[in-house]
């Protein structure tokens, strides 16, 4: 039998970086059985393209009738559900999704019932936002915590030990803010859909460029050395070149290719995040650092997005959350002359130009849903795409922004066809199915072995090949 020519690695290593590797053939044992042959991976490390979880969460609800097809529930669905071909044209808040219609699914029905009141008065927004992924009846006390693990972490302590990050957080609006932001409830709820345990929210990135520094540079970069580099504008791939020529020589022609398509890749972002940072004074204390974040949404959500993708790519996290925005966000969207804070447009009682601007701002969070799966449709792995090997939750906990309600969420379901998911589909489940139900359905695709969170009450049917 004739061995590797390569061991499994999965960094390029240089004085003070570390660039994880994308997906390569030259690079990984020929088969299960030589890799434990020849001591290259633990038993059971080796396999198949990782498979991984996204949730992207939508502040605010939308507006139902421009989401949901019209054919939509004509029939009352059995408790298994009613599962049929998308129709022929997607709604008009969707019609950015149109070309991935073959990797995606829409779902009615789900409810999340601890996001109501059940008896604590107002909040929507708060219990919205905490129970989106808990399915628990957050604790409303004056700004104080208790709620419960959220689904993604539920992933991230059965798998996230074979990466270097459990797990990723990524928002367009920061959190971190302290004591009440809804009606008596901790702002911790609105800002974070991730949670650890029933009192910890799992620190969100907002920041493009300590969130490349983090995944690409190392946790810890001093101001000094975040200075140096920037007057230099050093490249982590300069850092590293000396290991990837080593490499390189080393690899097949499509390998070569693919890496060399990669680091196009990481130049680029690096690039636009040259573009956006602001100058670094050395006087200035660390904390006064400038934020650096850019002005405009669509710039924002896409570098965190393109980060994201390789961090998915290069095997650095499995498990991640995406929020466009912190639940209840009035983020007023200029860009697109929108003058009214989002929340407050939501509210439109029947205005048609107020419900004309929410459609505006659906339409856009699903462009930028639709740029994320072209990127991860464009990364191969080996035979199937980053696409097919994860699966992405993209909703809300609110139906209607403008009524607060919670039942019928507005859900979707794209990729995740290596996870054994049927695509193309409207998946019609009874009212009052709950949401947490979808969360257990996928951790079980995953592997992990959770039989409960929140008050889901068993895994969600139909959604298969």
């Known amino acids: 039998m004739t061995t590797p020519k390569l061991p499994r690695r999965r960094f390029l290593q240089g004085v003070g970086a570390t660039l994880a590797l994308p997906f390569l053939e030259s690079v990984m044992p020929w088969s299960k059985a030589m890799a ?55 709604s008009p808040s969707l019609q950015p999704l149109e070309p991935w219609r073959d990797s995606l699914s829409l779902l009615t029905g789900l409810t999340c019932n601890t996001a109501r009141a059940n008896g604590d008065g107002p909040g929507d927004h708060a219990r919205a936002g905490a129970a989106f992924l808990t399915g628990v009846q957050p604790l409303k006390d004056n700004g104080a915590v208790s709620l419960g693990p959220s689904a993604d972490q539920l992933a991230a302590q059965s798998i996230g030990g074979h990466t270097r990050l459990r797990s990723l957080q990524l928002g367009c609006e920061a959190a971190g803010k302290a004591g009440q932001c809804d009606s008596g409830y901790a702002c911790a709820y609105s800002d974070n859909i991730s949670w650890q345990d029933a009192t910890t929210p799992t620190s969100k990135d907002v920041h493009p460029q300590r969130l490349f520094d983090r995944l690409f540079r190392g946790d810890a970069v001093d101001a000094v050395g975040r200075a140096t580099r920037l007057r230099r504008r050093n490249s982590v791939l300069d850092v590293v070149r000396e290991d990837a020529k080593t490499l ?54 896409r570098l965190l997005m393109d980060m994201l993708v390789l961090s998915f790519q290069t095997d650095i996290t499995r498990i991640a959350t995406f929020m466009f925005g912190n ?56 035979e199937h795409s980053l696409l097919e090997n994860t699966a992405i939750v993209c909703g809300s906990a609110i139906h209607d922004g403008n009524r607060h309600d919670h039942h019928a969420l507005p859900m979707l379901l794209a990729g995740g066809q290596n996870l054994g998911l049927g695509q193309g589909m409207l998946h019609e489940y009874p009212v009052e199915t709950p949401l947490g139900n979808l969360h257990l359905e996928l951790l079980h695709r995953l592997g992990v072995s959770a039989t409960k969170l929140g008050d889901a009450t068993g895994r969600l049917p139909g959604l298969g090949a």
């Open 327 to 382: 639940e209840g966000s009035n983020r007023r969207y200029l860009e697109m002359d929108i003058r009214g804070g989002h929340h407050g447009i939501t509210h439109h009682k029947g205005d048609e130009n107020m419900i004309s601007e929410v459609c505006k701002i659906n339409f856009l969070h699903m462009e930028e849903l639709a740029y994320l799966l072209n990127r991860l449709t464009a990364v191969r792995e080996g």
């Open 248 to 301: 390189s020589k080393q690899l097949n022609q499509n390998d070569a290719d693919k890496l060399d398509e990669y680091f196009q890749g990481v130049r680029e972002l690096e690039r636009r995040l040259e573009f956006t940072a602001e100058s670094v004074d050395l006087s200035v204390p660390d904390e006064r650092r400038p934020q650096g974040i850019p002005s405009g949404f669509r710039e924002h959500s």
């Open 36 to 90: 434990h042959e020849f001591g290259e991976v633990a038993p059971g490390e080796f396999g198949p393209a990782p498979q991984r979880l996204l949730y992207v969460y939508l502040p605010n609800g939308v507006h139902p009738p421009s989401w949901f097809p019209a054919s939509t529930n004509q029939a009352k669905p059995t408790k298994a559900g009613i599962h049929r071909a998308l129709p022929a044209t997607l």
